[in-house]
């Protein structure tokens, strides 16, 4: 009997995935869903952190964070992504490794921060990369985190387990993940909403923050590390 290996098969499936994901990924960074996530992240850490993107895909989060003037290293499981993305960061200064984020090769306490834009999905247990999170980032550093809310249509790639079949997607509403990585030592600074068009004309000032997590194609968390807390470290 085959043993199901969920980051051999993650690799397999987006290292096919690569050429139509590099096909959309500037769009997206520039001017769809991921557009204002660097300035959101400029607003938390400070110019010429180290920063670990992962989950990096082609680089282009990557490229946009290295432009603005921070050291990145990017992390993804596949292959052809990590090709695409030491091609398009030729000239930043980025650096790539190919690895599973749920096991960095990283020391611990090496980096300022970390960004993970819809990421943590694609993994076995997001539980354990919040551990890795907090062991390879500083005390009181950050990590910026992309989770896709209930309206995402790439939500659609977990339904399968519903036939008891084995997929690569571990989908979980932004509260849930909100509420694992408080029990896991982060603590929530501040977060971003990203709606469809059509969500963003209806007036959401009255609404609690589940109700506009509810309504949410993305919601981005910006968290502080509380590792240490209490024991004299700043």
């Not at 180290?50 to 499981?77: E, F, H, P, R, T």
């Not at 992504?81 to 980025?94: D, S, V, Y």
């Not at 921060?113 to 009181?140: C, F, H, Y």
Request: charged share 30%; proline share 2%; glycine share 8%.
């Amino acid at each position: 009997m085959n043993t199901f290996n969920w980051s051999a098969e993650a690799e397999k499936l987006w290292d096919k995935n690569s050429e139509s994901w590099n096909a959309k990924s500037r769009t997206m960074w520039e001017e769809g869903s991921r557009k204002d996530i660097i300035s959101f992240f400029e607003k938390h850490v400070k110019k010429g952190s180290a920063v670990c993107d992962l989950g990096c895909g082609d680089g282009y989060g990557s490229y946009k964070l290295a432009s603005a003037g921070y050291k990145v290293i990017g992390i993804d499981v596949s292959e052809e992504m990590i090709h695409k993305a030491e091609k398009l960061n030729t000239n930043t200064g980025a650096v790539f490794k190919k690895e599973d984020i749920s096991d960095l090769s990283l020391e611990e306490n090496a980096i300022d921060a970390i960004l993970a834009i819809n990421s943590l999905e694609w993994t076995e247990s997001p539980l354990d990369v919040l551990k890795e999170m907090q062991r390879t980032v500083k005390p009181g550093g950050r990590a910026c985190i992309g989770i896709l809310g209930p309206t995402a249509a790439p939500r659609a790639n977990s339904y399968r387990r519903l036939y008891k079949e084995k997929v690569i997607c571990n989908t979980m509403m932004p509260w849930e993940f909100e509420q694992l990585a408080k029990e896991s030592g982060w603590s929530k600074l501040d977060e971003l909403g990203v709606y469809k068009k059509a969500s963003e004309k209806l007036s959401k000032g009255s609404l609690t923050d589940e109700l506009k997590q509810s309504l949410s194609f993305m919601w981005i968390f910006m968290l502080e590390n509380r590792k240490n807390e209490g024991m004299g470290i700043e």
